[in-house]
C-alpha cells in the first residue's frame, strides 16, 4: 500500500455490520485491519477481499487493554499510520434474563466489550488518530433509547457509548472527529462466516412496519460510516446518527 493510503482499525469486523463497513472502507481506497475474537472468520473476511485492497486481520478481545494495545501497535506496523477507529465489536444481548436473575458477571462481560472496549480503543488510537486528524466513529443501538423487557445490560452499555461519543469530541476536538451510529433492524445473516451464513428468512411485515418500507442492510450502516470518515463530514462531530428506517419515530400501540 501507499504511504499516503488512509488506514482504518475496525472492530468486530469480520461479521455482520462490521463485515460491511469493512467492504465499503475498502472499496473506498482505504487500508482496513480487521480485528476479531473469531479467528475462523476473521481470516475467512480477510482472505475474501484480499483483492479489493489492503486489509489484513487480528485475533483480538477488545475487553482486554493489552490486546487492544498490541492490535493498535500491529495497525502501525503493518501500515504505518492511523487515520480512522471503528468501534464496532460487541457482545449481543445475553437474553431475556430478568434483572433479579441477571449474575453480575454477565452484566459486566456486556460492559466490558461494549462499553469499555470503544474507550481503550479510543485511549489508544488517540495519538495516533490526532496525528492525522483522523475521526472515529462508534456503533451504538437504537435500544439506547427505546427498551424490550429484561436487556439492561446490553441498553446499558449502548447508551454508555452514545455519551461516551459526545465525551469524546470535546476532549479530542478539533484534532479527531467523533461520532456515533445507532442502527435498527440490520440483517445480517448472510453476512456471517460461511459456517453459520443462511439467507434471510424475512416477512412482508418486517419491510412494511419500517416508514422506509424495508428492513436495513450493513450497506445501510456501511455508508454512513464511509460519510462520517470523509472529509464531507468535517463540521460534524458529537453527533448521533440513526439508522432504523424511521422506527423509532413511530408511534406503536396495542390496538
Given at each position: 500500500m501507499?504511504?499516503?493510503?488512509?488506514?482504518?482499525l475496525v472492530t468486530g469486523g469480520a461479521q455482520g455490520i462490521g463485515k460491511g463497513i469493512t467492504q465499503r472502507l475498502l472499496d473506498d481506497g482505504m487500508a482496513v485491519m480487521i480485528a476479531d475474537t473469531d479467528a475462523e472468520a476473521g481470516q475467512e473476511t480477510a482472505?475474501?477481499?484480499?483483492?479489493?485492497?489492503?486489509?489484513?486481520?487480528?485475533?483480538?478481545d477488545i475487553s482486554d487493554e493489552a490486546a487492544v494495545q498490541a492490535t493498535v501497535q500491529q495497525t502501525?506496523?503493518?501500515f504505518g499510520r492511523l487515520d480512522a477507529l471503528v468501534n464496532n465489536a460487541g457482545l449481543a444481548d445475553p437474553g431475556s434474563t430478568p434483572i433479579e436473575q441477571l449474575e453480575l458477571a454477565d452484566w459486566n462481560r456486556v460492559i466490558a466489550t461494549n462499553l469499555t472496549g470503544a474507550f481503550?480503543?479510543?485511549k489508544y488510537a488517540a495519538p495516533h488518530l490526532r496525528r492525522q486528524r483522523g475521526a472515529i466513529v462508534n456503533i451504538a443501538s437504537t435500544r439506547a433509547f427505546q427498551s424490550e423487557p429484561h436487556t439492561e445490560a446490553y441498553v446499558a452499555s449502548k447508551g454508555g457509548i452514545v455519551a461516551l461519543t459526545h465525551a469524546l469530541a470535546?476532549?479530542?476536538?478539533?484534532?479527531v472527529r467523533v461520532n456515533v451510529i445507532s442502527p435498527g433492524w440490520i440483517v445480517v445473516s448472510d453476512w456471517q462466516k460461511a459456517?453459520?451464513?443462511?439467507?434471510p428468512d424475512l416477512r412482508p411485515i418486517d419491510h412494511t412496519q419500517h416508514p422506509a418500507g424495508r428492513a436495513g442492510q450493513p450497506s445501510d450502516v456501511?455508508?454512513?460510516?464511509?460519510?462520517?470518515l470523509s472529509e464531507q463530514a468535517g463540521f460534524i462531530t458529537g453527533q448521533n446518527i440513526m439508522i432504523d428506517g424511521g422506527m423509532t419515530r413511530k408511534m406503536i400501540y396495542a390496538e
Open positions: 501507499a504511504r499516503s493510503q488512509r488506514v482504518a482472505a475474501e477481499y484480499a483483492s479489493s485492497g489492503a486489509v489484513q486481520f487480528v485475533q483480538a502501525l506496523a503493518a481503550v480503543c479510543a470535546i476532549s479530542m476536538g478539533p484534532e459456517a453459520t451464513r443462511s439467507t456501511a455508508a454512513m460510516v464511509a460519510f462520517l
